[in-house]
């Protein structure tokens, strides 16, 4: 069974910086792409940034890209969002995931992460 945790957000007003961490444990994850969602009151959840198994591409959304990067720790299973710049428009809860094939990369539709953890949650103030 699938087991995912995001731990690290909190309250920053804008241009600040935050540093999210996803611990995954229950499966293989070391050989998967892991991504980052998420979620803003009254949205739909977006995917983020992606990381392939070996840390060799890194995926972005056009919001994001430029200010958050995505990195990986396989032999301590876990993913990492480091987030600079922040706007009040990143406010959402902030969650990890997996694709529940091993074979999903990057860039393939965000709908192949179906395994999802606990999320932490990020509010930026202007």
């Known amino acids: 069974q699938v087991q995912l945790a995001a731990s690290g957000g909190g309250s920053v007003q804008a241009g600040g910086s935050l540093r999210l961490s996803c611990t995954m444990s229950g499966n293989t994850y070391s050989s998967r792409s892991m991504a980052w969602f998420r979620q803003a009151p009254g949205k739909e959840r977006e995917g983020v940034a992606c990381?392939?198994?070996?840390?060799?591409?890194?995926s972005y959304a056009p919001s994001v890209k430029g200010r958050f990067t995505i990195s990986r720790d396989n032999v301590k299973n876990s993913i990492a969002l480091e987030m600079s710049d922040l706007k009040p428009e990143d406010t959402a809860m902030y969650f990890c995931?997996?694709?529940?094939?091993?074979?999903?990369?990057?860039?393939?539709?965000?709908?192949?992460?179906?395994?999802w953890g606990q999320g932490t949650q990020v509010t930026v103030s202007i």
């Open positions: 995931a997996a694709p529940r094939r091993p074979s999903v990369v990057c860039g393939d539709s965000w709908s192949n992460f179906g395994d």
């Open positions: 990381i392939n198994p070996e840390k060799t591409i890194r």
